[in-house]
């Protein structure tokens, strides 16, 4: 198969000088099937992720490529299935591109959404001063209702077995709320041994006032980041706090967080937006999922009815 072609280059500098108008042609070739033309537009589109190479390496690069195609075309390749289904994702990613990526922007995003994000987030952009953390309660009582041991020789014990917990991990600071909760299994034979619970647990987010006794709250508000708190008694028995978040008080406006919440809600405005349209065309162009097959085939497969990952309404 003849496939001779010849190669025009007519930039000399990178990137395209001021001069070169988008539609002018900067190489060209005789095809198979016809004539072949890279525009400067389109080379300087090729180019954007390609730092450091040449035009003219570039250029035949373009040039090549529309070589090969017109060969695979000469021969049969368009009517394949695999290749009219890679054509027709190809379409769908620049018809996406251009129908919901520059349609739906940060900068187009519906000030009512952006209201209505603010309104149901209120409380991260508006909220007192923070921590988040984990602890170890030493207590009597059971696992849904502890409590500090009335009797005063047990409460002795707690408060040694939580003093001794908390002079282990100073010794040695763990280097994380896992590898700290993880230390308190060291105690716990002798927790059981005096009747007593040892309980790891996980705090969250948490202000001053509010969701835990201020006696407790006074403590771990005292900590900074890795901090480690003493012994220190509630109602529920002794506790070893470990923080490990703080966060600093916000009083956002809607006006302040309003480019956060464009930026963050984009990606979800598009992926509703597209599902509307495909539902619009599954409607309008009758749609139809044969149950009976597809069932057979995800036993086949080993997956339950419906399988992981199904598209649906």
């Excluded at 054509?87 to 009512?112: C, G, H, K, Q, Y």
């Excluded at 309003?258 to 509307?276: D, F």
Aim: glycine share 8%; aromatic share 8%.
């Amino acid at each position: 198969m003849n496939v001779a072609w010849c190669l025009w280059v007519v930039l000399a500098g990178w990137p395209l000088q001021p001069g070169v108008a988008p539609e002018a042609v900067v190489a060209r070739a005789r095809g198979p099937l016809r004539p072949i033309e890279i525009t400067a537009a389109r080379l300087e589109a090729y180019a954007r992720d390609k730092a450091g190479l040449a035009p003219a390496r570039l250029a035949r690069d373009l040039v090549d490529f529309e070589l090969l195609a017109q060969v695979a075309e000469q021969a049969g390749l368009e009517a394949q299935p695999e290749v009219r289904e890679a054509v027709a994702s190809a379409a769908v990613r620049v018809f996406l591109a251009r129908e919901f990526a520059d349609t739906w922007t940060p900068e187009t995003m519906p000030p009512e959404l952006v209201a209505r994000s603010y309104e149901k987030n209120r409380a991260f952009f508006k909220h007192p001063e923070l921590r988040d953390g984990v602890h170890v309660l030493v207590a009597g009582g059971t696992a849904d209702k502890a409590q500090r041991p009335k009797d005063e020789a047990k409460d002795a014990v707690a408060r040694d077995i939580a003093g001794r917990f908390h002079a282990d991990v100073m010794a040695d600071p763990p280097a994380d709320r896992t590898a700290f909760l993880a230390r308190a299994e060291r105690f716990r034979s002798d927790a059981e041994a005096a009747g007593l619970l040892l309980l790891p647990q996980t705090l969250g987010r948490f202000a001053r006032q509010g969701q835990f006794l201020p006696q407790f709250t006074e403590v771990a508000f005292k900590l900074g980041v890795g901090e480690i708190s003493e012994p220190s008694p509630t109602k529920f028995g002794w506790h070893v706090i470990y923080i490990d978040g703080v966060e600093a008080a916000k009083d956002e406006s809607l006006e302040e967080a309003a480019p956060a919440i464009r930026e963050r809600i984009t990606p979800q405005v598009r992926e509703a937006e597209l599902a509307k349209l495909t539902g619009i065309l599954r409607a309008r162009y009758g749609a139809v999922v044969d149950a009976g097959p597809l069932e057979a085939l995800e036993a086949r497969r080993g997956l339950p009815p419906g399988g992981p990952g199904s598209p649906g309404p």
